[in-house]
């Protein structure tokens, strides 16, 4: 048996690691895939514990996340290639000029 | 009709308008839709009139996870006003800027009913279904106009930073659901009250907090506003100022009060600290603006400040006039950037500074009537503005948070200064150019009226619906 | 046996997510993001979640990545990334600011929850099988029936939207 604590801290792992994805990276695709990896994170943390509570429930919650990072999927995509289209170039810094 | 349905009337008169124009929009005429922005509202208001109807009444739906009490239905009414003024200001706005097309308005619908599933959910994950369905809604529309890249830019920037906090979030819902075994506020409730205080809570809590940050806008996490609230169509501005900030401040607040009332003293300190950053950034920066949007996006961050004031001190008194404000606040930014969006100069919209110079010798109306929603932002008497102030930092007061109340009337004299710098422009400066607007159409002025009616409405006789409000927190609070 | 299984899978997944992070081409980092997607599926297999398990490489690794993989190929001709970074200083912040979260976050898992041995509410103990289809599906259309539906609007707005976005004009 493997303790469930393992699992949260590989979960913590990822979730950091997806963190700071988002906040290194500047193509937007990659920064979105970091955010993906969060998500995934927190997904295995919620079925960890479930698993420890010996209660389905949280496998639930996991489906009912998938599907919100499907439809955000769908969505940032098309937001992503609307902006391609108008401009050749993609990347977070140069979108607009963060100014104050 | 089946009374366990009852406590989901608003949602399904919502949900129910956004499939009827889901379907009239197959039908023709197809290169017009401004019927559709008709059957939106009519919809809209109905579900703002059902809701006033409910009003008293309470029951819970589907084990619990969704509930009716006046909390839920006080912020259904800010919800309805806010997105009935939006789509008022909508059609004409569409239409001359070529994006007239009927997915705006379903889309605005179904945010309108994420939002007003958030005011009513009890249970952490309809929270985090309905935070996505109200801002999935809005990424799409903060890009609604093709071919523009400002447009397009805002849209992937909220949408990015929009979802880096749903990452946050979740994960906080998952550390929560570690530490107490369920995701329905009451139940978490319970734990909190009988456990110790678990600090894996209190993260889940912190991660929460974060989440909703991004959503209310606070600092640290508002470096997305100023561009999103600049490039986005300024009617869907006007709802993302006004709807999805009353709807994210319903679910923190029945999160924090009903649910994390144990934690209180951990939870206050760190709003103390959030609010007074909040108001001072949003201010300071909002001076050095010279694009009207971006100055309005800095203030509506600085108004969030204010906000958390009330969250901060509590009780009744405070919550209550958070949701006060809340209406205010609905009222006099639609306002504001309903004038904004009605002005035009060559083929653009009129959003800098210069633009507004002299405009009271061309618009007077139009001019007086942007005064009045900046005035009613500055908190002067009579408008509502001021009457929601007081209650706000009233309620600081009476609950020790002198310094803080303080801080908030020093913010609110700097802010006065580039509200006022504004009023300058248009009423002592001369006309520059020839920025010259279509007359306002009747939708337009209708939503300008009702705005205008609102500031004085609750500026003269706030206290009616102050203690409508504190009635609303009631149910939070037992 | 399951503990060296976990290990590897463990080591597996830190590794691809870090890839993702480090390597500069977005379809390499696609690539290691499906690794680690499939990585966490095999832990929800060893955490008797066979549902979930099967659900994340059907819509995880199957139809998302499919659609990232898609995006990086029409979108983005050869690397990225080249040139001065105009935010450099403030980028290096978030690698101090990750050490913390993450150092947060582990304390608080090994300090409390599981020394603390009970939830609160402690749910039935489940039948066997508990992750099976059966299960998760008696859960979802009836004590979460309601988000279930909530996430079918969900959808709905998700399809509205797309479809504002690509639409060409009509005419």
Known sequence: ?100 | MDAALIPLLPLLVVGGTALLVIVLDLLPPRDRKGHLGVVALAGVVMALLVSLGLWGREGRAFRGMVVLDNFALFLDVVICYAAALVLLLSTDYLRRNDGERGEYYILVLLSTLGMVLMAAAADLIVIFLALELMSLSLYVLAGFFRGRLAAAEASMKYFLLGAFATGFFIYGIALIYGATGSTALDRIAAATRAGTRDPLLLVGLGLLLVGFGFKISSVPFHMWVPDVYEGAPTSVTAFIATGSKAAGFAALLRVLLSTFKVSQPDWTVLLWVVAVLTMTVGNVVAIAQSNLKRMLAYSSVAHVGYMLIGVVAGGALGAGSVLFYLLVYTFTTAGAFGVILLLERGRREAVDLDDYAGLAGRHPVLALTLALFLLSLIGMPPTAGFAGKFYLFGAAVRSGYIWLAVIAVLNSAVAAYYYLRVVVYMYMRDTEGLPTGPAPSFAGRLALAIALWGIFQLGLLPAPVLDLAQAAVAPLLR | MNLVVFFVVAVVAVASALALVLRRNPIHGALFLVVNLGCVAVLYLLLSAEFLALAQVIIYAGAIMVLFVFAIMVLIPGKEETGPDPLRPQRLLALPLGAVLLLEIALILKSSVFQAAQPVAPPPALPAGAGGIETVGRLLLRDYLFPFEVTSVLLLAALVGVLALAKRKAG
């Not at chain 1, 496998?59 to 995509?77: N, P, R, Y």
């Open chain 1, 1 to 100: 048996m493997v303790p469930e604590s393992y699992y949260t801290a590989l979960s913590a792992i990822l979730f950091t690691i997806g963190v700071v994805g988002v906040l290194v990276r500047r193509n937007p695709l990659v920064i979105f895939m970091s955010i993906e990896l969060m998500l995934n994170a927190a997904n295995l943390a919620l079925v960890a514990f479930g698993h420890r509570f010996g209660a389905a429930d949280a496998q639930v919650l996991a489906f009912f996340v998938m599907t919100v990072a499907a439809a955000e999927v769908a969505v940032g995509l098309a937001i992503i290639v609307t902006i391609f289209r108008l401009r050749r170039r993609l990347s977070v810094d140069e979108l607009s000029i963060m100014r104050w």
